[in-house]
């Protein structure tokens, strides 16, 4: 167990022994808010309204302080009655005192996870907290990121380094990750006079998906299976620079495993996210969001970036709640069945979001790819596509 849990499991039961003390009456006050927390973050659902729409967060905010005022208020009639129980009935008041005000810390420390997280010395610990998981899973309904007003760092394809060691990560031995490693590629592109690495995973037939700002003005593109031995060639066989999706062909790969898609992904499934960030194969504990058009954030800053569009406007987009880095572009997120739930293309580290390709826009491009196309060339301008663009791509 990390500290992190430790500390957080402390925090809760300090504030239930606490509110032991206080009583049901005395403790309602302080439970408003946090009930106010939760009703408000359900409401936008209620009202058919999406999260990661700017009107969830003004009907979710007033929602809160809403409720909070209005248990509060009630608090203020209930209190009095509270205070002449009998002393026999003193351990059932003292009882819900704690189970009121620990439930407030634990709604508090889930609130106050993303501010901690913004800190890289504790944001790991954060993310893989088993404690904060399991309120994310209850209290977060969709699981969206907030509005940004600088560019998103993008998880765009590192310089390969030689040489250097790949990392064999805990979560490795996860009888399912294990299983999905052996799908997972390391992809190689040479352009521009240089060489770049990006994330892939083996959809099966030979096919690899992986990010079209991987392989754009790619000269040549190879894949190494599991990130190591012999640099097998690929071809490109799609682009599609709206969405960052590439597919390639690796001739040598046809009898490879590949991953299932899974069908409609459930927003909270828990899952991993794998690929080559930095170089290092690395597996992460994340969960997924939703799938939206319309994720409100400005242009990104992506260094491979030749006919690719940086724009989010009427993108099809799924977000996952779990950190990446430069080099995981591509990589699958797998749910606990070994499913791929959606595929890399993005990170904002700073909100502790991931951004992906949908299952959809995949399935559609397998259905589709054909022979060998070509890639923009090495300086060409990023694309800006319209809305009816944007839209024919994500429905064709």
């Known amino acids: ?45 209620l009202l058919g309204t999406d999260l990661d729409s700017a009107s969830a967060l003004l009907i979710a905010l007033p929602a809160a302080l809403i409720a909070g005022g209005i248990i509060g208020a009630l608090a203020e009639r ?4 509270a205070a002449r129980l009998g002393r026999h009935l003193r351990p059932v008041d003292g009882f819900a005192g704690a189970l009121l005000i620990g439930a407030s ?39 969206l990121p907030p509005r940004r007003t600088s560019p998103p760092a993008v998880s765009q394809s590192a310089e390969r380094r030689p040489g250097r060691a790949v990392r064999r990560p805990r979560l490795l031995a996860v009888p399912v990750v294990k299983k999905a490693d052996r799908s997972l ?41 599991e990130g190591k031995g012999r640099s097998l060639p690929a071809t490109v066989v799609w682009f599609d620079g709206i969405h960052d999706l ?43 969001g939703g799938t939206t058009t319309n994720l409100h954030l400005p242009r990104m800053t992506l260094g491979n970036k030749a006919g690719v569009s940086l724009t989010m406007d009427e993108r099809l987009v799924t977000v996952i709640r779990g950190i990446n880095a430069p080099g995981g572009s591509g990589g699958p997120m797998i749910d606990r069945r070994g499913r791929v739930l959606a595929t890399v293309f993005a990170g904002i580290p700073e909100s502790g979001f991931t951004l ?5 826009i995949v399935r559609s491009a397998m259905r589709r790819a054909g022979g060998r196309v070509e890639v923009p060339a090495c300086g060409a301008r990023p694309i800006t596509p319209t809305t009816r663009e944007s839209i024919a791509a994500r429905d064709a």
């Open 185 to 225: 590629v390391k992809v190689v592109t040479t352009r521009c006079g240089a060489g770049y690495q990006g994330s892939g995973w083996i959809a099966g037939n030979g096919i690899v998906v992986t990010n079209a700002h991987v392989v754009t003005a790619a000269k040549k593109a190879f894949v190494m299976k």
């Open 246 to 288: 590439a597919l390639l062909r690796v001739p040598l790969l046809r009898g490879a495993p590949g991953l299932p898609l899974a069908d409609t992904p459930r927003p909270q499934t828990p899952g991993f996210t794998l690929g080559y960030p930095n170089g290092r194969k690395t597996i992460r504990r994340a969960r997924v």
């Open 105 to 143: 810390a634990a709604v508090a420390a889930w609130a106050f996870a993303p501010a901690v997280s913004q800190s890289s010395s504790v944001r790991d610990d954060v993310q893989r907290s088993e404690v904060l998981e399991r309120f994310n899973a209850v209290l977060t309904p969709a699981g």
């Open 356 to 360: 992906a390709v949908p299952n959809r």
């Open 1 to 45: 167990m990390l500290v992190i849990d430790l500390i957080v499991g402390g925090v809760v039961v300090a504030a239930a022994i606490y509110g032991w003390i206080l009583g049901l009456g005395r403790a309602l006050p302080v439970a408003g808010f946090a009930a106010g927390v939760v009703l408000g973050s359900r409401l936008p659902l």
């Open 78 to 81: 209930l209190a009095p009655s």
